[in-house]
């Protein structure tokens, strides 16, 4: 096993159906630009209430990728 150096980076990401979507939507957007992501952790889960119901969940997560 090779030694690494990660990088990481901390984004936000929300979906009005679940947690996991708004994770995914999260590392969906970064993948676009950022490669060898490796790793995540949830840092926060919130959700925003209307009328007494979950009417979209914000999670932020810190993401970890190798460096070239």
Known sequence: MSNHVYKTLELTGSSPIS???????????AHETIRNIQWFS???TRGHVVEGKV??????????FTLE
């Open 19 to 29: 947690i996991e979507e708004a994770v995914q939507t999260a590392l969906s957007k």
């Open 42 to 44: 949830l840092i926060e």
């Open 55 to 64: 009417a979209h969940w914000q999670v932020t997560l810190k993401l970890g």
